[in-house]
């Protein structure tokens, strides 16, 4: 799990940004019926907000990013996406970690939502997120803050 980190995201990275997202989601958009090339990078384009977003490298290297959005009472993690080949060593489940603790030491309550069937669902279900509602195409999920 060593030699990654994360930087804060600027305007530059939101095409490779984009890309990955195209990349990462498309099987599950696929499975679902629902990839378009074009529009799942827009999509992201639409929505990408620098502020809130950090990316992740590994080896100095972009690797992939993840955004927190105040919103409200809570807070939406969105933009988790880490390149095929850096997935699966834990990479992702110490940013998530990083992420949570903070929201815990904050109270806040954190949602996002996960494609149906995807992987990553179990990635979310390890770190505490329940399943709240869903839809025909996404799992709406929650996660209380974790008591000091």
Do not use: K
């Not at 074009?38 to 992201?44: I, T």
């Not at 807070?75 to 998530?96: C, D, K, N, R, T």
Request: aromatic share 6%; glycine share 10%; hydrophobic share 40%.
């Amino acid at each position: 799990m060593g030699g990654w980190g994360v930087r804060p995201a600027t305007a530059a990275d939101v095409e490779p940004v984009a890309d990955l997202r195209a990349v990462v989601l498309r099987a599950d958009l696929e499975r679902l019926g629902r990839y378009d090339a074009r529009r799942v990078r827009q999509r992201l384009r639409d929505g990408f907000e620098p502020a809130h977003t950090r990316v992740i490298e590994v080896a100095g290297t972009f690797a992939g990013c993840v955004a927190l959005r105040p919103a409200g009472d809570c807070h939406w993690l969105e933009h988790f996406y880490l390149a095929p080949e850096h997935q699966g060593g834990g990479i992702g489940s110490g940013v998530l970690r990083a992420l949570l603790r903070r929201c815990d030491r904050a109270g806040a309550v954190v949602r996002l939502n996960v494609l149906r069937g995807s992987p990553a669902r179990r990635l979310y279900e390890r770190h505490g997120f329940t399943a709240e509602t869903e839809d025909p195409v996404d799992v709406f999920m929650v996660r209380e803050p974790a008591s000091p």
